[in-house]
Structure formats: C-alpha cells, structure tokens
C-alpha cells in the first residue's frame, strides 16, 4: 500500500512538469464570467495568427489573481483595470501600457439607486444617501472601487462605512446592477460600460434603478505586456502585439470588452490613478 | 450530577449566544428573497447542462483534485501519525489544519499561480494535519498485546502494520472514505478561488443569475457524493491514484524564482521591507490588530457562538431523521437523504447561495453554517441512536424523544458539538471571502490589495484563534466526562 502511494505521488509530481512557450494572456474578471473562455478564446485566435507565436486565455476569479498571473510572468500580457495595470506594473519592471479603449481615456462611474429610496434620476451625492446600503463591485476595481470610494470621500469628507449604514463588494459590476435592481442594496456604483450593456441586453428594468451620478472622467482599463517579451519571444514583439491590439477591428472581438476600438495608451496616462489609490491608502506610498 | 453539568453547560453557552444575537446583523436585506428563492428551485428542476461549457472537464478535475490532495493528505498524514507522540509534531499538525483549503489555495496562488499543486497542497496540507491526528488516535485505541507476540527484532514498520494497523484497518478505511467525501467538497469550493472545478462554473453561473446552469451543477454535484459508496470499491482505489495525477490539467507553468520571492519579500511585513527598521514594525502590527484583526475576531467568535447553538439545536430536531427508533423502513431512507443532502452541501457554497437570496448579513452564514453542521452531526447522532435498546413498552413519539432517548444521547452529542466548535469557527472565518466582515474579509481584502505581509499576519492570528477553541472545546470534554473517541469522529 505505501509502495502504491510513494509511487503514485511519484507519477504525480512527473504529471506536474511540462509547458512549451507559448504567449498567454488573462483579462480581469470584471463582467459576465460565463462564455468568458469562449469569448476570449476568439481574441486568443486572433492573436494567434497577427503574432505567429502560440497564444492561449487563462480566465482567472479575482483581479488580485490577474496581476499575480502577470507579476509571476505565468501570463506575459493582461487586460486590466486602472487599478490593477498600475499594481501590476509597479511590481515587474519595464512593462508597459500598450493600448486602452476608445472609451478608456475618459472613464466614467455611475453611481446607481433603486427606486425605493425615493432618489430622482441624476439627483447626485447628497445628504438623503447617508444612511442608506451601498455596494462597489470588486475590492480591486477602478470604476466599481477606487474612484467611487475617492468621490464618496471627497463629498462627505469621511470613509464610506461611515456614511453608509452598510458597505458590501459585489464581486463585479454586472453583480453590482443585480444586487441593486433587486433592492439588496440600496445603492451601488458600477463600470458605465457595463450598465449601458445591461440596460441594452434588457437585463436591468430601468423602473427599478436608476442612475443618480456619474463621476467626472479619469482613464481605466488598459492592455499592459511584461518588459522582457522581446528576450523571449524576438525582437520587436511588444511592437507587433501592440500594433495587433491596435489593428484589430472585428466588432465581434471588440465586443468582449466591451469597446468601439483600442487606441495607444503609455503608462503616464495612469499616474493619477496610482495618485488615488495612494491617497485613500489601497497602495502603499 | 454530570448530567447538570451539561446542562447548566449547554444553557450558558445558549445564554452567549442570545447575547451574540444581539449583535449580530442578521437581517434580510433583498428586496424580493422568496422570488430568488422560487427561481433557484425552478432551476434546480429545470436544469440545463448546455449552459456550462467544459462540464466534463470541470467534473474530472473536481475528483482528480479531490483523489490527488486526499491521497497525499492520507500518505503524509499516517507518516505523521508515526511520529505522534512527539509535541513539536502534533503542534505541527494542529497548526496546519487549523487553517483553512481556501486560506492554503489563496496562499499558494501567489507564487504557484494557476498551477494543479496549488490545488492540490490546499487539500493535502491541511487533511495531512487531521489524517495525522485522527489515525494516530485511531491506532493507539488498538490492542497493544500481539506485539509482543512478535520475534524478537522484527522490524519497527512490520511490526506495526502487522499488529496495530491490521487491527485498526476497518476503522482507518472508514475514516479515509469519510474524508474523500471532505476532499469532493473542498475540491469543488476550490473553484471559488480558481482552481478548474465545479465551484469555477457554480459561481460564475451564479453571478449572471444563470439558476439552470447553477441547478445542473448542483444535481451534478449531489449525484457524485451521493454514489460515492458504488464507485469508489477499495480495489479501485489504486487505480484512481494512479490516473488521477494525468487529469489534473497542466495550468500554467512554475517559476520557481516566485516562491523565492514570496517569502523573502512579499510576506515580509512593509515597514521592514521598506527598510524604516523595526521601530516601525510596532505602529504597522497595532494599525493592523486595530483596524482589521479585532473587528475580524469580534465578528468571528460572534457568528461562530450563534452558529454553533443554532447547530445544536437543528442536530436535536434533525437526528430521529437517521434513527430506527422514529423511522420505518419507508421514512428511513428518506431521512437519510435528508440528512445526506445537508451535509453534502458545503457550508461555503450554502452562504454564497443563501447570500445571493437575501442579501449581505450575517444571516446566510449562520443559516448555512448550522445547516452544514447539524446534517453531519444528526447523523452521527441517529447511528449512535440505532445502538439502544428500548424496552418493548417504550413510549412513543415526542415522549419516546423527550425522555427516552435525547437524554441518553446527549452525552455523545455535546461531545460532537464541542469538536465541531474549531470546524466551525475555521468555517466562519474562511466565509468572510464572501462579504461577511469575519477574519477571512480582511484576509481576502489584504490579498486583493496585494498586501500579502498582512495577509499572512491575519491568517496566524485565525489559525491561533482556531487552536485556542479547539483547546477549550477539548477542556470542556474532559470537564465534563465526554467520552470522545477517534471512532466515534465524523
């Protein structure tokens, strides 16, 4: 019996091994989730055939585990959030901002209520929301966290638990509009991109909840590659990566993000979101 | 005299918890709950395997995670066993089961990444801990007399599988199977986290409302504990082990420099690494303990109380369920599967659900946490049951519960309550991933921040709280002459 278990761990750990160079890529877990693979799997072929290298989707649960896939180099390309691209890059050295959406470079964040607290559309930050629930969507999120959270503090010139009677994170934004619409929480603050897809899908009853605010611009996700690809993959890979980004546009594709197109992006457009982040404490000064 | 020990025992710890209840949030904050309720049933009978691609794979991996993490949890685990005796190795034990898979799975995320061994050593590390304790109690019960039978200068390892484990192998293959069932539960949560089992689809189709997709998934899950007993033959034990291993999947590559860095810089507490010396190391730790660690173990050992008496009181209206002396051979099986289906449900995958019904408190979690627990532990209580005798004028119904048997079972039953209590509480704090603000909150909002040095503190002060229960729950027993043997363990 300890024979057969000494040699089957053996078998175990051979069955461990292995892996070829292939360019893999993970995008932040910050919608839909299911058919996520599918979806990307698409971007995958289509990278696959602009780089000639081979290239795979890794979906990952968590914007924390998107950037330990990228710091770790177990993917060497990501799409992620304001927040995350700078926590990423902060922590592996020479990589890069390659491209963000059309939409990216000005960002918004609506905040939404459901209709039981009597709050009129586009109504904003007042004093009746103290008091009342209210959901981010991830604790790694840009649009659902981070700028929400530096706007409620601005306002009210206190923390959010202090001036909500309960603070909660969805998990993501289309969570997020659910967790709203049916009145679990009173408010939340979510991606516009995001919401407008769910209202277009028909999944969010707009006699329900409401947009009361939106923040003013600041830029979000995103397209950022490891500094030392070129060593692995050849001369001039970062350039053709970003150059594939750029050039891609088949609807199709540019719907998983959801963009109309990807435009260049360098890692100073974020400096004001490592700004934030420093200044309501996510990311050590 | 022992018997009003154990009640005025059990009022107190009723009386703590009422207090705890106090301040509990324990509301139902959604809008609609009984129409999510009603949504998540028409799925579970209308369910739709199409939803989800990579279904098989998903259940592939879900067993190959369990056979793989259990089996090395189960080798590591007699290895420790061996060498119980010695306090440096039950401490060791006693630490690394006190913290939890999803606790281990998050840790190793960091430097192995999506890689199986990451899903693997979260199972096995920790099951190694229980296998290593429960098998030594296992084997010391055993009759020590046939060694000395024995020639002189048999060896150390015959001898022993010669007498004592021959002995005790009936109780060590129940055990064992017992903790596969654990290992198909903790495999399938792994998904949470995302690992490529059940729990990765579950949550995903969860999120976007997908109740079909999430129904399958359930009855999927049921009817693989539920045949359990046909599939795994202890023949084909081996032969699972030994395939297991190639079904892991490949995940993505280790660099072994990660593991480098992750302890000598990541879980290296900030003010240290950043150089300001260890003057600075007093003020971090105090802002850490003040802001995160007291509120998480206020709420922990809250939730933890409320939960564990709701656990007892469920136990006492559930066991007739799985005893002769309340069913027939009609309503037998039934209670059973009722009791199966409670247990098999992991308390983690319940609070999510139950979360997603009615809305952020601490309500889900104490519901799923009782739940969980007073399946298994109505169980235990119902077999124990079956072992008393009646008179054959017994009375009947409420007064043959009332003042036949719960009396005479409550014994047995504080004994399996007090040595749920760790369990329990190592569950409370691991379902603050969820949004409850317990330990495990501030564990998964240091992690997600990329602060793995208050990470790993949070996760010490939670292993610590569980071993200081687990030491009381033991006082207790011993306090009250509950007699508690490793046969008798869940």
Same mark, same amino acid.
């Given at each position: 019996m300890l024979g057969r278990i000494a040699f089957c761990l053996t078998l175990c750990l051979v069955a461990l091994g292995a892996s070829a160079q292939t360019f893999v890529f993970t995008a932040i877990p910050d919608e839909d989730e299911t058919r996520l693979r599918e979806r990307f799997q698409a971007v995958a072929d289509y990278l696959q055939e602009e780089l000639d290298v081979d290239v795979r989707f890794v979906p990952v649960k968590s914007y924390a585990a998107a950037v330990s896939a990228f710091r770790n180099d177990q993917v060497q390309l990501a799409w992620f959030g304001g927040l995350s691209g700078v926590q990423a890059r902060a922590r592996v050295p020479g990589s890069q901002a390659l491209a963000q959406g059309a939409e990216d470079a000005e960002f918004v964040t609506y905040f939404i209520a459901h209709k039981s607290t009597g709050l009129k559309p586009g109504s904003g930050l007042t004093e009746e929301l103290k008091g009342m629930t209210f959901t981010f969507g991830s604790k790694g999120s840009t649009s659902g966290r981070l700028m929400p959270e530096y706007y409620l503090r601005k306002t009210y010139d206190a923390a959010p638990e202090e001036v909500f009677d309960k603070v909660g994170f969805s998990g993501n934004h289309s969570r997020t509009a659910s967790l709203v619409a049916t009145g679990a929480y009173q408010l939340g603050a979510l991606n516009y991109t995001v919401w407008e897809n769910e209202v277009e899908a028909g999944n969010i009853d707009t006699d329900e909840v409401n947009v009361i605010w939106e923040t003013p611009p600041y830029p979000d996700y995103q397209w950022t590659i490891r500094g030392d690809v070129d060593e692995r993959f050849g001369k001039g890979f970062t350039d053709k990566v970003r150059k594939a980004l750029l050039n891609m546009d088949d609807p199709k594709l540019l719907e998983s993000f959801p963009r109309s197109k990807f435009i260049p992006a360098d890692n100073s457009d974020y400096a004001i979101i490592e700004d934030v982040a420093k200044q309501i404490g996510l990311i050590d000064e | 005299?022992?018997?009003?020990?154990?009640?005025?025992?059990?009022? =107190?710890?009723?009386?703590?918890?009422?207090?705890?209840?106090?301040?509990?949030?324990?509301?139902?904050?959604?809008?609609?709950? =009984?129409?999510?309720?009603?949504?998540?049933?028409?799925?579970?009978?209308?369910?739709?395997?199409?939803?989800?691609?990579?279904?098989?794979? +998903?259940?592939?991996?879900?067993?190959?995670? +369990?056979?793989?993490?259990?089996?090395?949890?189960?080798?590591?685990?007699?290895?420790?066993?061996?060498?119980?005796?010695?306090?440096?190795?039950?401490?060791?034990?006693?630490?690394?089961?006190?913290?939890?898979?999803?606790? =281990?799975?998050?840790?190793?995320?960091?430097?192995?990444?999506?890689?199986?061994?990451?899903?693997?050593?979260?199972?096995?590390?920790?099951?190694?801990?229980v296998f290593g304790k429960v098998y030594a109690e296992i084997l010391e019960e055993t009759d020590p007399q046939p060694r000395d039978t024995l020639p002189f200068g048999t060896g150390k390892i015959i001898a022993l599988l010669y007498t004592r484990v021959s002995q005790a192998w009936p109780q060590l293959v129940t055990y064992t199977s017992y903790r596969l069932e654990c290992g198909l539960r903790s495999s399938a949560v792994l998904g949470f986290v995302g690992m490529p089992t059940l729990g990765f689809y579950l949550e995903s189709a969860f999120a976007q409302g997908h109740y079909s997709a999430v129904g399958a998934l359930l009855l999927l899950f049921y009817v693989l504990i539920t045949t359990l007993r046909l599939w795994v033959r202890p023949k084909l034990v081996p032969l699972y082990l030994m395939v297991a291993p190639f079904l892991l999947g490949s995940g993505l590559p280790i660099r072994w420099q990660n593991v480098t860095r992750f302890f000598t810089e990541d879980i290296v507490p900030a003010p240290l690494r950043g150089g300001e010396g260890w003057s600075e190391l007093g003020p971090w730790l105090v802002e850490l303990l003040s802001t995160e660690a007291l509120p998480g173990i206020w709420n922990t050992l809250v939730l933890t109380q409320i939960a564990l008496v709701l656990t007892g009181v469920l136990t006492l209206l559930l066991y007739p369920l799985g005893s002769r002396h309340f069913t027939n051979r009609l309503t037998g099986p039934l209670g059973h599967t009722v009791l199966v289906v409670l247990r098999s449900t992991p308390e983690y995958l319940l609070a999510f659900i139950l979360l997603q019904l009615w809305g952020p408190s601490m309500l889900p979690a104490v519901i799923a946490l009782a739940v969980h627990n007073s399946g298994i532990i109505g169980h235990l209580i119902g077999r124990r049951s079956n072992d008393v005798t009646l008179r054959p004028d017994a009375p009947t119904g409420i007064e043959r519960y009332a003042y036949e048997l719960t009396p005479r079972l409550y014994g047995p039953f504080l004994a399996f309550l007090f040595y749920r209590w760790e369990i329990i509480m190592r569950e409370t704090a691991i379902l603050g991933i969820l949004g409850i603000a317990t330990l495990g909150f501030y564990v998964d909002s240091a992690i997600q921040e990329i602060r793995f040095d208050r990470a790993m503190v949070l996760i010490l002060i939670t292993a610590l709280l569980n071993i200081g229960v687990d030491i009381l729950a033991r006082w207790l027993r011993a306090r009250l002459r509950l007699k508690h043997t490793a046969q008798s363990e869940p």
């Open positions: - | 005299m022992r018997r009003s020990a154990s009640v005025s025992t059990s009022l =107190w710890f009723v009386a703590l918890a009422v207090v705890c209840a106090f301040f509990a949030d324990l509301t139902i904050s959604a809008h609609d709950p =009984w129409g999510e309720l009603a949504r998540l049933f028409s799925g579970l009978l209308t369910p739709d395997l199409t939803r989800t691609d990579y279904l098989a794979e +998903a259940l592939v991996r879900t067993l190959a995670f +369990a056979f793989v993490g259990v089996g090395l949890g189960a080798a590591s685990g007699f290895a420790l066993a061996m060498v119980f005796g010695s306090r440096i190795v039950r401490t060791f034990c006693a630490f690394i089961r006190a913290i939890h898979e999803l606790f =281990w799975a998050l840790i190793f995320l960091q430097f192995f990444g999506l890689h199986p061994l990451t899903g693997v050593l979260a199972i096995a590390i920790p099951y190694a801990g």
